[in-house]
Nanobody, 126 residues
Framework: VHLVESGGGLVQPGGSLRLSCAAT????????IGWFRQAPGKEREGVSC???????????NSGDSVKGRFTISSDDVKKTYYLQMNDLSPEDTAVYYC?????????????????WGQGTQVTVSA
């Protein structure tokens, strides 16, 4: 499985960004895609995830710190997964990672995921 993130950058507080994760190489059609982030000096944190069954995105889960602001979505044909981030604050500054693992339900636990992208930097600053 190969994951490539894109879409990071510098944004002002209150602004929005959309991250993309292009996924290839799945041997099975049931898996989870998760978005995680890691700020300097902090542990990697689960942001949002989506369960994919038979190749189609279904149920999602989000961390408390981003509920109502971040939304995970997908293009099932392209196997591209998006993280729409709204109302960003400096506390959202981090490297954002896309991850995947074979499962029947997505979880926001770092240790559950076997495949990781290289990450994309998101900086929220005036």
């Amino acid at each position: 499985v190969h994951l490539v993130e894109s879409g990071g950058g510098l944004v002002q507080p209150g602004g929005s960004l959309r991250l993309s994760c292009a996924a290839t190489g799945f041997a099975f059609d049931d898996y989870a895609i998760g978005w995680f982030r890691q700020a300097p000096g902090k542990e990697r944190e689960g942001v949002s995830c989506v369960t994919v069954r038979d190749g189609y995105a279904g149920g999602t889960n989000s961390g408390d710190s981003v509920k109502g602001r971040f939304t995970i979505s997908s293009d099932d044909v392209k196997k591209t997964y998006y993280l729409q981030m709204n109302d960003l604050s400096p506390e959202d500054t981090a490297v954002y990672y896309c991850a995947a693992h074979y499962t029947d339900v997505c979880r926001l636990q770092v240790r559950s995921y076997d495949y990781w992208g290289q990450g994309t930097q998101v900086t929220v600053s005036a």
